[in-house]
């Protein structure tokens, strides 16, 4: 089946530096990915919708700013954390479905963001 | 109002137990619906999707209220793998996916 590979699965980084996930999809072209964040006991979050070579739509209240998304192609899209605060600490998780098989959304492994 | 709304729980429940969970939607334009387990620090895992006439996977049964614009999920003969949230999605025409706050499950021996 369809598999999104999302890295790394932890990061601790310091606050002012900047953090990039990425988020493949191994065997399937994803021409729209979705990032979604989740604070501890609560829902996901959806932030954005990543669109291959054009630009990410952010949902409202997320900053596109400090909320970079790259798509750069059918496969890879990257979430990069600018300037990190300790208030960005939280569970980062991308999804992608297969479009060509109208399949179910599938997940990356979350990346559990800790800033120091 | 938020789009797709869970009682959060958590629900606690002996083994062997039946248990539902309710979850309603806002959006009229909703397209598909599906219910979803997430483990403790995990990503959540597609559990079944749910079917305008109701669907059922082994002890798991989904149902669909488009006129009322909720769904459900029933777990019958509750197991202690049964622990976990679930979450309920709704996806739009725009192929966005929105979660509910999830509903906790805690399965006790």
């Known amino acids: 089946g369809a598999v999104v590979s999302q890295h790394p699965s932890r990061v601790i980084c310091k606050s002012g530096t900047s953090v990039k996930i990425e988020c493949r999809s191994l065997?399937?072209?994803?021409?729209?990915m979705f990032w979604y964040r989740q604070f501890p006991k609560q829902s996901l979050m959806l932030m954005a919708t990543s669109n291959e070579g054009s630009k990410a739509t952010y949902e409202q209240g997320v900053e596109k700013d400090k909320f970079l998304i790259n798509h750069a192609s059918l496969t890879l899209s990257t979430l990069t954390v600018t300037s990190a605060h300790p208030e960005d600490s939280s569970f980062y998780i991308c999804?992608?479905?297969?479009?060509?098989?109208?399949?179910?959304?599938?997940f990356g492994q979350g990346t559990r963001l800790t800033v120091v | 109002r938020k789009e797709v709304e869970q009682d959060p729980g958590p629900f606690n429940v002996p083994e062997g137990a039946t248990v539902a969970f309710n979850c309603t939607y806002s959006n009229s334009a909703s397209q598909s619906f599906f219910w979803y387990r997430q483990d403790c620090r995990k990503e959540p895992k597609l559990l079944m999707s749910v079917y305008s006439s109701g669907n059922e996977d082994g002890r798991f049964t989904a149902q669909l209220n488009r006129a009322s614009q909720y769904i459900s999920l029933l777990i019958r003969d509750s197991k202690l793998s049964d622990s976990a949230t679930y979450l309920c999605?709704?996806?739009?025409?725009?192929?966005?996916?929105?979660f509910g706050t999830g509903t906790r499950l805690q399965v006790f021996p």
């Open positions: 999605a709704v996806r739009d025409n725009t192929d966005k996916l929105i």
């Open positions: 065997d399937f072209q994803a021409t729209t």
């Open positions: 999804s992608a479905t297969d479009r060509a098989r109208n399949t179910e959304a599938f």
